[in-house]
C-alpha cells in the first residue's frame, strides 16, 4: 500500500511537560504508536515562537524571515508610505479577521506539503496554499469555534471538534493529511502551562492519537502511515506585563502607531507584538522608505537602547546595523551577527549577550545549532539571524524575560502565559515519529523534507531545512533526550 503522512500539531506543547507525561505513564498511545515504533526528540522552533509564523517550517522548510512572515503581526513600511489609508494590507494582524491573508502574505513562490502531495487534507490549520477544492476541513465553523474559544475561554470544545471532523475526514485516499489541537495553546494562555485544564489537553492528544490509529488499522493502513506529532512553540506564565506600545509613548514620548491605535495621525514609529513575548518596532527616520539602522536609531533616540534594558521585562534588544550585521544587546553584553555563505559569523563585542560560552567566530548553521542547543538560548544565533530577511520585519526587536510579555493594555482577554521570545521555554518543543530519526539536532524546518523524503517525493531547493531520515540507518545517533 503506498505510504502515507499524519502530522498533528499540539499548539503550545511544553517539551518538559509532554516528557514528563510520557515518562508518568499518562501518553500511553504517543508512547506505543509513535515513540515506539521511532523515536522522540527535542526540536527548536523559529523566532518569532508564534503560532502562525511557527507553522511555516513545518509546510514550507522555511523560516518565517525566508517566507516573508516575521510576525503574527508586521508593519510594511514601504507599504505604508505609498498606498492609501484604507488599504488592508499595510499592516497586519492575524489575530482577527486578516487571518485570512495569512497565505496571501507568504512568499509566492514557495511550495507547501499540500501542493506536494497527493489528495491533503487540512483540519484548522491556518495555512492551506496548496489545497485543492474541498480538502480544506470546515474553515468557517473552525473561525467560528475559535472566537468563541476566545471570548470564553473553552478551547476543550475545539479540540474535540477538531478531532471529529479529522476523523471523519480519514475516509478516502490521502498522502498527508494535517490535524491542529489548539487546546493546550488557548487553555494555557487563559490559566498557565501546567493548570490541571492544560495537562487534560495533552491527556486529549494521546486520545486522539489512539482513534486515529483505530481508524488506520480498521482501513488496514496502519503500517503504511507515518505518524508525527509536533508543536510551534512553548509557554511561560506571565506574571507581569510590560506595554512597549504604551511606553513608547507616554515615557519615550514617539508617536506610536499599535494596534489597536492603528490610525494614529503621522506616527514616528509602529509597533507590533508576537505571543506577547517579543515585538517588532519600526521607525519613520524622516520617511518610512528609508531604512532605520542602529546608528540612526541611536541619533534619533539616544537612549532608546538603555531605556529599554532598564526595563525588567526586556531581555534582547536586536537591531541592525549601516555595516550589514545584525546586533544584540542585553544586559550580560553585546555581540554582531552575520549570515555567510552557508555560515553565520558571532562576534561577541563586551560579554556574549546570550551568555554563551565562547565560541567559533564563524559556524556553519548546523553547528551553530549543536553548540546552543542545551543552553538558555537554543539556536538563538541562527534564528536571529534568519528574521531580519524579510522585508517586513522590524528595525528594532525586543524579546521578553521570562515571566513577562509586552502588551497589556488592549489584550483582552489578559494572557496568563506568553511565548514569542528566544529563551528556551519558548524555543524548545517536543517531536515524535514513528519512524527512526537520524539525526541529534533538529530544527523545526527539518521536518517538512523529511515527511517528503519518507513520501518518495522530490525536495524542493532553496529551503531552510534538512531531512533527519534520510541519512544510512544508524542505532539512535546521540538522541537529546531518553525516552
Known sequence: MKRSAILILADGARYDVFEELLHAGRLPNIREHIVQRGDYRRMTTVFTSTTGPAYLPFFTGCFPGTANLPGI????????????FYNPHRFRSYCGWEGFFMNRDIRPDLKTLFDLTDGPINVFGPITRGLPAGRNQRPLYKAWLMARAHGNGRYEPVDRKALKIFLKAMHGESEFRFLVLPGIDGISHNTFPRHAR???AYEFLDRAVGEIVKKLKESRRYDSTIIGICSDHGLTQ????????????????????YYTNIFRINPQASAHVSGNGMIHIYFKNGNWLKPCYYEDMIQMHPNAVEEFLAKDAVDLVISKTAGGYIRVDSARGSALIKELAGAVEYRVLNGDPFGFSKLPEVMTYDLALEKTFDTDYPDAIVQTAQIFRSERCGDLLLSAKVGYDLRFK????????????????????PFCLSHPIQK???RSADVFPSILNLLGKEIPDGIDGKSFVSMPAVSHVLPAVAI
Do not use: Q
Open 440 to 442: 541529534a539536532f533538529l
Open 198 to 200: 492544560t495537562i487534560a
Open 410 to 429: 488592549w489584550e483582552s482577554p489578559e494572557h496568563k502565559s506568553s511565548h514569542g521570545s528566544l529563551h528556551r521555554e519558548h524555543m524548545m518543543t
Open 73 to 84: 503581526r508586521w508593519f510594511d513600511k514601504k507599504a505604508y508610505a505609498t498606498k492609501a
Open 238 to 257: 506571565t506574571l507581569t506585563h510590560f506595554d512597549v506600545p504604551v511606553f513608547m509613548e507616554k515615557t519615550l514620548n514617539i508617536p506610536t502607531l
